[in-house]
Structure formats: C-alpha cells, structure tokens
C-alpha cells in the first residue's frame, strides 16, 4: 500500500469491525447484509463462527465517515443481528485470517513472538495473565475469558470484555498453545 492508509486511499470511508449474532436460518444473514447496505456500507470481508446461539459474523466493512458506532449498531439490530459489537478498524484487518494465523504460528516458531504475545494478537483487546501451577478451573472459555496450559507450565488466563469469546477463537489460541508445546519438544530434543 505504500505508506498510504486505507482512508486515503478510499476518501470519506472509514474501516470498521462488526459483529452480531444472527439466526442460523435461510436469508437472515442477506437481512443484515442488507441494512448495512441501505447505509452504505460495504463489507470487505466475513467470517463466520458457529456458537449454540447462532451463528456470530464477524465483519470487516468499510463504511461512510459520517456514520457513528451507533448508526452501526442500528443497522444491525434492524438487520435482525443480535449483540451487536462494533469498533474502529485499521488496515491490518485486511490480511485474511488463514495467513495472519500462520504468520502469528511462524513468530511463535521461531522465537520472535511469545506463546502470550501471539495469543494477544490473534484475540485482538485482550489482557493475559499467568499463574503457576494448574488453572483455578476447567480448561476451557466463556464469554469473556479463556484457560489455557502452558507449555512452559502454568496456566494462561486471558480476560477480553467484547466481544465474546467464540468456540472458534478458542480453538485458535488452544490450537497456539499446542504448537508452542509442539516446538519445545523440538528444542529440547
């Protein structure tokens, strides 16, 4: 891009994140995609995470600078989309999610990034804290924090107030984790 930010190279359009819950059923998700389109918005990239809820979709748009937080949320909501969580974006939500994960494994693997500093960047506002020994708990998440084991020992506690922890994120960080155990073996050996 270079050196240019995603603003002035779309002038009067800034990049936002969104994501709501919507009914796992045929044509909910076209609802909300069409309220956001009344307003403008252009979405530039989905993903979708599977809960018992529903279906949580996770949008990267880009949308007119004169609309606010809550003009998003609005068109969520009057798109049938359900908690909605909306917050400023930056180019970095460009890069897909498949190469982003890999890049953020690669750190991991060798060494320029820590299992927590990996983990921060794939999970977005997070806090990450350990503790030795076992978790205080069963490993596992809710909506706003996740254990996971430590490879090194200890367990890692990670705490984000929005949005809510998905199935699929803490597979991905668990997922981290794994290869970060995976990678001490290989050093150890």
């Not at 956001?36 to 529903?54: C, D, F, P, W, Y």
């Not at 809550?70 to 498949?98: K, M, T």
Request: glycine share 8%; charged share 20%; hydrophobic share 45%.
């Amino acid at each position: 891009m270079g050196g240019l930010n995603r603003q002035q190279e779309v002038p009067g359009m800034t990049l936002w994140r969104i994501r709501a819950t919507v009914d796992d059923r045929p044509g909910f998700l076209s609802v909300l995609t069409a309220s956001l389109a009344l307003r403008k918005v252009n979405i530039l990239s989905v993903q979708v995470h599977t809960t018992e809820s529903g279906a949580v979709d996770d949008f990267l748009v880009e949308a007119p600078d004169a609309l606010t937080r809550a003009d998003l949320v609005d068109a969520v909501q009057r798109g049938r989309g359900r908690d909605p969580w909306v917050a400023p974006a930056d180019v970095r939500g460009l890069i897909d999610e498949p190469t982003r994960v890999l890049a953020l494994a690669a750190k991991v693997l060798d060494g320029s990034a820590t299992l927590e500093e990996a983990i921060a960047a794939l999970l977005g506002d997070c806090d990450i804290s350990w503790r030795a020994g076992a978790s205080t708990g069963a490993v596992g998440f809710t909506a706003t924090g996740m254990q996971l084991q430590d490879p090194a020992g200890g367990t890692l506690y990670v705490r984000r107030p929005a949005p809510a922890f998905t199935p699929a994120e803490y597979a991905r960080a668990q997922a981290l984790v794994e290869l970060a155990r995976v990678a001490a073996k290989h050093t150890a050996a």
